[in-house]
């Protein structure tokens, strides 16, 4: 009996949530963006998703994986579809939808256009709806991030509690069973309270200032669905938490510099200083054929590894 894919599992429980919490969020919690804002998302992020599917698929001989079984064809456009929704979700551009659809077209291009050889495969290592909303927020500056009050903003009273609640349960319980990616989560939580602490000591910041975000909805959802995606994020536990802490490092730094929207741009540049780790480790492997290679060579800083005479050659 074949064993259940726990990366399908995963896809379709984040799916349901993601599209839950959609609908929850337009019709109960307060979003503000238009309730055309996700559909136009996911149509374009799907619509991406199909055509460099089908250009990928021609140009290296094999047939695409959209004309697979349902079951197959479901698990691959379910990224495409939670890269949209997420774009939706975090993105605000007012009454505009390309600024929306621009960030979903990115998302899923980056996985076409930005890979670096991992364990004899090419693999994408830039998490796609966090990269898609980075290159809007550059471009634009006028496009912001969707207000953290937005999910409580028709609560009061206990209920605003409830919302950060449920998410942060069912994220904990997906990262647990599923993604596996609690060591991720304890080394960003644990880096990021590190960072505060520093900064409120070197700083005239106060901590509990720095820790603040901790209580919101926004850094609940960035903790359990954006940093833990399974695909752009180290698998042994160990690797883990160093890219959980070393995103957390990163953020504290840009917030020292007050460069506004931290949480995204940290990601994004953790994400950039591990595909370059790997690409240096394929190139150390490629000059010494004779070191055996490992079966999960995904880690962020594993260079600590290699000698310091390979490391000054790569550089």
């Given at each position: 009996m074949t064993p259940p894919d726990p990366r399908g599992a995963a896809l379709r429980r984040f799916g349901m949530s993601i599209t839950a919490l959609t609908v929850l969020g337009h019709t109960v919690l307060g979003f503000e963006q238009a309730y055309l804002t996700p559909?136009?998302?996911?149509?374009?992020?799907?619509v991406t998703e199909i055509l460099l599917e089908f250009v990928d698929a021609a140009a290296g001989g094999r047939r695409p994986r959209y004309t697979g079984a349902r079951g197959q064809v479901v698990n691959f456009l379910l990224p495409a579809y939670i890269s949209g929704l997420a774009c939706a979700m975090l993105l605000y551009a007012n009454?505009?939808?390309?600024?929306?659809?621009?960030a979903s077209v990115v998302a899923v291009s980056s996985k076409y256009f930005v890979r670096v050889p991992l364990s004899g495969r090419w693999r994408h290592v830039l998490n796609p709806s966090n990269t898609g909303i980075v290159v809007?927020?550059?471009?634009?500056?006028?496009?912001?991030?969707?207000?953290?009050y937005q999910f409580t903003e028709?609560?009061?009273g206990w209920l605003d509690a409830l919302a950060p609640a449920v998410l942060l349960v069912a994220g904990t319980l997906l990262n647990a069973k599923l993604t596996r990616r609690v060591p991720l989560i304890l080394g960003w939580l644990g880096g990021f309270v590190l960072q505060a602490v520093l900064r409120a000591l070197i700083t005239d910041i106060s901590l509990t200032s720095a820790?603040?975000?901790?209580?919101?909805?926004?850094?609940?959802?960035?903790?359990?669905?954006?940093?833990?995606?399974?695909?752009?994020?180290?698998?042994?536990?160990?690797?883990?938490?160093?890219?959980?802490?070393a995103t957390a490092a990163v953020y504290g730094v840009l917030v020292h510099l007050h460069i506004v929207f931290g949480l995204f741009f940290?990601?994004?540049i953790t994400c950039v200083v591990r595909a370059a780790v790997l690409v240096a480790l394929d190139v150390y492997r490629r000059w010494a054929p004779d070191v055996p290679r490992q079966a999960d060579a995904e880690p962020l800083l594993v260079a600590s590894r290699v000698p310091n005479s390979v490391r000054e050659t790569a550089r």
């Open positions: 559909v136009v998302a996911v149509l374009a992020a799907v009454h505009r939808l390309w600024p929306v659809v621009l809007v927020l550059l471009l634009f500056p006028w496009v912001g991030i969707a207000p953290p028709w609560f009061s820790l603040l975000p901790v209580t919101g909805v926004a850094f609940v959802l960035f903790t359990n669905y954006m940093i833990t995606d399974p695909g752009t994020t180290p698998s042994r536990p160990r690797n883990q938490l160093v890219f959980g802490a940290a990601l994004v």
